[in-house]
């Protein structure tokens, strides 16, 4: 465990200037198992790998729907994703009641950023313990937005968050440049591969622990999707055409770059 | 000028004993207000005249008012309660162009927020008296959508003191849903996308007229709203051109000779 004389107050600032609690929320979203997302001209989609405690157990749900145009994937505490995924989920139906107008995803993140950041400010909180990769479509098209629990959220053509993140995040910042004009299926693919480098060796992606969220129109896998091309989650069987349509690895010479350290236990500095 | 203290449904001292708001307390009212679709979006028109009872206390007010880009209100019914109005959707505005996000409210979001407030302030018996159209014009492509970009759409839509709300492609309101909304339909039902801009100033110059002529709380001098693609206008004040001349042999008009 780390400890250090300035953590016990996420309010007060160390004297390098840093806030080490807010730090450590940082660090329980690197614990949860990695979720991907991905943006096209058309799409945008997240992948999430999902966990279970042990053979007789069930996997952890890595992704909600908040509203009809609008889904998220976590890492970190489900518990408070559930709190504010519920939160979220108010916010969608009051901008529908009010002005029937489905929220704006930027509006929709940034509230749930101002929430997390009222947290790293007054005494006696914390922050919370889990990051979001909001996928969304607006008239202003299709978007992908990361939250994390320091009160940050931005906007990205591709993102990865959670356990060996940055290994997906390199596969991603070598392809990103033909997202913008990739297919359904070449944006899930790519995705795809991205979530299989945050993987353990000797584990991979199957239909039981792999979670695919999408909005935009059908992709030829998919049936009953309509027009508008609302959010929608891919889980058990109908994942299996999209795993289908994976490169296999070359597991020859050529071994996959290692995680890029600093990934999973980090030790704090200061 | 020292103002008399009226009961007032909106006084925070006379209104808590006051559940139920009488028709009479309403003090300075607006008449009808007119609105029609043609080919490139709405036409709003009402008269200047702001009531005190019968008499014709200010001949200048303007009881249309844009909100926002895209959309025109107009009022019929309680002048302040539009005043109130007015101030809430400024902010409003305010608020979401501030967000500076790419996106704005257009027509039916305001109609649909206006119903919620007018519903909320009847639910409170504490009702907002006034009788409102919302036209406007917002474009309705959208970008994620491949290759269909939808037409600009029209919307024109009614909301009253009870949160009551319905359209149509002519819409009157107060005396005018009486008197003019039957001219309009004949006028513009089925007519819609061909009506051009100058055929729907006359429907509606026509239908101001024959209201000026048998509505008493009603003045010869008023304000057109035209909300298109491009934009909203809203004219300054006009003058109807009315005869009077049948009414030298009628009796009970002007001053009696016998």
């Given at each position: 465990?780390?400890?250090?004389t300035y953590d016990s107050d996420n309010t007060v600032f160390s004297?390098?200037?840093?806030l080490h609690q807010?730090?450590?929320?940082?660090?329980?979203?690197?614990?949860?198992?990695?979720?991907?997302?991905?943006?096209?001209?058309?799409?945008?989609?997240?992948?999430?790998?999902?966990?279970?405690?042990?053979?007789?157990?069930?996997?952890?749900?890595?992704?909600?729907?908040?509203?009809?145009?609008?889904?998220?994937?976590?890492?970190?505490?489900?518990?408070?994703?559930?709190?504010?995924?519920?939160?979220?989920?108010?916010?969608?139906?009051?901008?529908?009641?009010?002005?029937?107008?489905?929220?704006?995803?930027?509006?929709?993140?940034?509230?749930?950023?101002?929430?997390?950041?009222?947290?790293?400010?007054?005494y006696g909180r914390r922050?919370?313990?889990?990051?979001?990769?909001?996928?969304?479509?607006?008239?202003?098209?299709?978007?992908?937005?990361?939250?994390?629990?320091?009160?940050?959220?931005?906007?990205?053509?591709?993102?990865?968050?959670?356990?060996?993140?940055?290994?997906?995040?390199?596969?991603?910042?070598?392809?990103?440049?033909?997202?913008?004009?990739?297919?359904?299926?070449?944006?899930?693919?790519?995705?795809?591969?991205?979530?299989?480098?945050?993987?353990?060796?000797?584990?991979?992606?199957?239909?039981?622990?792999?979670?695919?969220?999408?909005?935009?129109?059908?992709?030829?896998?998919?049936?009953?999707?309509?027009?508008?091309?609302?959010?929608?989650?891919?889980?058990?069987?109908?994942?299996?055409?999209?795993?289908?349509?994976?490169?296999?690895?070359?597991?020859?010479?050529?071994?996959?770059?290692?995680?890029?350290?600093?990934?999973?236990?980090?030790?704090?500095?200061? | 000028?020292?103002?008399?203290?009226?009961?007032?449904?909106?006084?925070?001292?006379?209104?808590?004993?006051?559940?139920?708001?009488?028709?009479?307390?309403?003090?300075?009212?607006?008449?009808?207000?007119?609105?029609?679709?043609?080919?490139?979006?709405?036409?709003?028109?009402?008269?200047?005249?702001?009531?005190?009872?019968?008499?014709?206390?200010?001949?200048?007010?303007?009881?249309?008012?844009?909100?926002?880009?895209?959309?025109?209100?107009?009022?019929?019914?309680?002048?302040?309660?539009?005043?109130?109005?007015?101030?809430?959707?400024?902010?409003?505005?305010?608020?979401?162009?501030?967000?500076?996000?790419?996106?704005?409210?257009?027509?039916?979001?305001?109609?649909?927020?206006?119903?919620?407030?007018?519903?909320?302030?009847?639910?409170?018996?504490?009702?907002?008296?006034?009788?409102?159209?919302?036209?406007?014009?917002?474009?309705?492509?959208?970008?994620?959508?491949?290759?269909?970009?939808?037409?600009?759409?029209?919307?024109?839509?009614?909301?009253?003191?009870?949160?009551?709300?319905?359209?149509?492609?002519?819409?009157?309101?107060?005396?005018?849903?009486?008197?003019?909304?039957?001219?309009?339909?004949?006028?513009?039902?089925?007519?819609?996308?061909?009506?051009?801009?100058?055929?729907?100033?006359?429907?509606?110059?026509?239908?101001?007229?024959?209201?000026?002529?048998?509505?008493?709380?009603?003045?010869?001098?008023?304000?057109?709203?035209?909300?298109?693609?491009?934009?909203?206008?809203?004219?300054?004040?006009?003058?109807?051109?009315?005869?009077?001349?049948?009414?030298?042999?009628?009796?009970?008009?002007?001053?009696?000779?016998?």
């Amino acid at each position: 465990m780390f400890r250090n004389t300035y953590d016990s107050d996420n309010t007060v600032f160390s004297p390098q200037g840093r806030l080490h609690q807010v730090e450590y929320a940082l660090e329980a979203v690197k614990q949860g198992s990695a979720a991907v997302g991905l943006r096209s001209k058309t799409h945008s989609v997240l992948l999430a790998l999902k966990r279970s405690t042990g053979e007789l157990a069930s996997y952890q749900q890595k992704m909600f729907r908040i509203d009809e145009h609008v889904g998220i994937a976590i890492a970190g505490l489900t518990s408070d994703a559930r709190v504010l995924s519920n939160f979220m989920r108010q916010q969608a139906m009051s901008s529908k009641m009010v002005f029937n107008r489905p929220i704006p995803v930027n509006r929709l993140v940034s509230t749930i950023a101002d929430k997390a950041q009222v947290n790293t400010q007054e005494y006696g909180r914390r922050p919370y313990g889990v990051g979001f990769l909001v996928i969304g479509q607006d008239q202003t098209g299709p978007h992908l937005y990361e939250f994390s629990p320091s009160g940050n959220s931005y906007e990205y053509y591709a993102m990865s968050i959670g356990a060996r993140s940055q290994s997906a995040k390199t596969y991603l910042e070598k392809h990103y440049e033909s997202f913008e004009d990739a297919s359904l299926e070449d944006l899930i693919r790519h995705g795809l591969h991205a979530l299989r480098e945050t993987l353990q060796q000797d584990k991979e992606l199957t239909i039981n622990n792999t979670s695919i969220g999408l909005v935009g129109p059908a992709s030829a896998h998919e049936t009953n999707v309509p027009p508008s091309g609302p959010f929608r989650i891919l889980e058990g069987d109908v994942v299996q055409p999209f795993l289908d349509t994976m490169i296999p690895k070359d597991t020859g010479a050529a071994a996959p770059a290692p995680a890029a350290a600093g990934d999973e236990d980090v030790q704090m500095a200061g | 000028m020292p103002m008399e203290r009226i009961l007032s449904p909106n006084d925070p001292i006379t209104a808590p004993k006051m559940p139920s708001l009488p028709a009479s307390s309403t003090h300075i009212t607006g008449t009808s207000v007119l609105a029609i679709k043609f080919k490139d979006g709405i036409m709003m028109a009402a008269d200047n005249l702001a009531s005190y009872g019968s008499l014709a206390r200010f001949k200048d007010m303007q009881r249309l008012q844009a909100v926002g880009e895209h959309t025109v209100i107009g009022a019929g019914g309680d002048m302040s309660d539009f005043q109130y109005i007015q101030a809430m959707l400024d902010e409003l505005i305010i608020d979401e162009f501030t967000a500076q996000d790419g996106h704005s409210l257009g027509p039916a979001e305001i109609h649909e927020y206006l119903a919620q407030v007018m519903y909320a302030r009847r639910s409170k018996m504490n009702p907002l008296w006034n009788a409102i159209l919302v036209g406007g014009v917002k474009d309705g492509k959208r970008i994620w959508k491949i290759n269909l970009v939808l037409p600009p759409r029209r919307f024109l839509s009614f909301v009253d003191l009870l949160g009551t709300t319905y359209s149509a492609s002519t819409l009157a309101t107060g005396y005018g849903a009486h008197i003019a909304q039957p001219l309009l339909r004949t006028a513009v039902e089925g007519k819609e996308d061909i009506l051009t801009a100058e055929d729907a100033l006359k429907i509606l110059e026509q239908s101001m007229k024959v209201l000026y002529y048998r509505d008493a709380r009603s003045i010869d001098k008023y304000q057109v709203a035209t909300i298109t693609a491009r934009g909203i206008s809203i004219s300054e004040s006009r003058r109807l051109e009315t005869s009077w001349s049948f009414a030298e042999g009628i009796r009970g008009y002007g001053a009696q000779t016998q």
